[in-house]
């Protein structure tokens, strides 16, 4: 089976330094690798102001509560590495600043370069898994719609945040039947 699985917290590609990322979809992945799936992520890379970042470097902690996860260093662009057998593609995303909604361009463009990577790589996912809200729900509900596959989430107890950051779609995007 060819899994996508899409979340905005991963391992980062070795020598990055990273504050608070997940190894929880790691393990996941790696062991659906094991059971021969083939698995590709997509990390949507948070970026904020540069001046968030610079903060990030002197008080990483203080920043990481509000971010979920935050790199010291900006990423100017993407790029692709493999985990223990897992391919990821790492895109950078930009908003002002951390709990606000991301633009639809910033979607539109986050969805065009999904498709033109999994394009390019010859890849026909069979299930698409979401890991958090802002903005993996709103990309991966697209997603399914484009390739026409089932589409499952993980949410982390945060349904006033969804209902706060689409509050005239949320429901479209959680209600949507699995196939």
């Keep these: 089976m060819n899994i996508l699985l899409i979340t905005q917290v991963y391992p980062d590609e070795k020598g990055t ?10 393990y ?22 540069t001046i968030l970042h610079k903060i990030a470097e002197f008080c990483p902690n203080y920043i990481a509560q509000f971010t ?8 100017n662009h993407s790029l ?9 593609h790492k895109i950078p995303m930009y908003k002002p600043i951390p709990k606000i909604r991301y633009s639809k361009g910033i979607i539109n463009g986050l969805i065009d370069e999904i498709k033109s990577y999994l394009s390019q790589g010859n890849i026909f ?18 997603c399914k719609f ?12 945060y349904p006033s945040d969804i209902k706060r950051l689409y509050p005239n779609s949320y429901k479209a995007f959680i209600s949507v039947p699995l196939k």
């Design 125 to 142: 996912p069979d299930i698409i898994l979401g890991h958090f809200d802002n903005p993996v729900l709103e990309v991966a509900s697209k």
């Design 28 to 49: 996941w992945t790696k062991e659906w690798v094991k059971m021969g799936h083939q698995v590709h992520v997509i990390y949507l890379y948070p970026q904020y102001s």
């Design 68 to 75: 979920n996860g935050t790199l010291t260093k900006r990423l």
């Design 80 to 88: 692709s590495y493999e985990l223990d057998g897992v391919s990821i």
């Design 17 to 26: 330094k990273t504050i608070r990322s997940s190894s929880v979809c790691h």
């Design 146 to 157: 484009i390739f026409n596959v089932p589409f499952a989430f993980v949410l982390h107890g």
